[in-house]
């Protein structure tokens, strides 16, 4: 054989055997036993989670129906508003239309000549007294003393911000830190 050949695996030369590899166990944790106490503790924890939850459970499910309901009345209304917009459409076409009819035979009609007469009667007219209204006595107003005028304040300038100190540790200090 050349050193070619001698690269080259053939078949029928390897025989492995496939072995599985052998499951892990798990280990169960030994455990203690529960005492009587701890057991009816964590039952009495068990029972008023339940009962929290169970109320949770139930203010929600009403919360829910009370935002149902008043979209279905809100969406109730919209159709109300719709359904009397469109009745009240038709009823004032048909208003409409009588009146119309009415307002040709009107006109069609010759004018009635009035024939009633008007009877007037006396106007009653009072006369009335002019009243007259006496002015009250006003008390004497005393004079007020002259108020001296005050000298103006002169303005008070702004204190710049002091700036900080810089320490040798690297903290800042100013006036009022310490």
């Known amino acids: 054989m050349?050193?070619?050949?001698?690269?080259?695996i053939v078949d029928s030369e390897v025989e492995e055997e496939y072995i599985p590899k052998p499951k892990?166990?798990?280990?169960?944790?030994?455990?203690?036993?529960?005492?009587?106490?701890?057991?009816?503790?964590?039952?009495?924890?068990?029972?008023?989670?339940r009962e929290t939850a169970m109320k949770n459970r139930t203010k929600t499910a009403q919360y829910n129906k009370i935002l149902k309901d008043k979209e279905k009345?809100?969406?109730?209304?919209?159709?109300?508003?719709?359904?009397?917009?469109?009745?009240?459409?038709?009823?004032?076409?048909?208003?409409?239309?009588?009146?119309?009819?009415?307002?040709?035979l009107f006109e069609?009609?010759?004018?009635?000549?009035?024939?009633?007469?008007?009877?007037?009667?006396?106007q009653v007219v009072k006369q009335?007294?002019?009243?007259?209204?006496?002015k009250e006595p006003v008390a004497p107003v005393e004079p007020v003393a002259p108020v001296e005028p005050v000298a103006p304040v002169a303005p008070v300038a702004p204190v710049a911000p002091?700036?900080?100190?810089?320490?040798?540790?690297?903290r800042i200090q100013t006036s009022f830190w310490k």
């Open 2 to 8: 050349s050193d070619t050949e001698d690269n080259f």
């Open 24 to 49: 892990k166990v798990k280990v169960k944790k030994v455990r203690k036993e529960m005492t009587p106490e701890r057991k009816e503790k964590l039952l009495e924890q068990l029972k008023k989670g």
């Open 73 to 104: 009345k809100r969406v109730d209304d919209i159709l109300e508003d719709d359904y009397k917009s469109r009745h009240n459409k038709k009823d004032m076409v048909k208003e409409n239309e009588e009146l119309r009819n009415k307002l040709k």
């Open 108 to 122: 069609e009609q010759p004018p009635k000549p009035v024939l009633e007469t008007i009877k007037e009667e006396p």
């Open 128 to 134: 009335v007294e002019p009243v007259v209204k006496l």
């Open 162 to 170: 002091q700036k900080p100190k810089i320490i040798n540790s690297g």
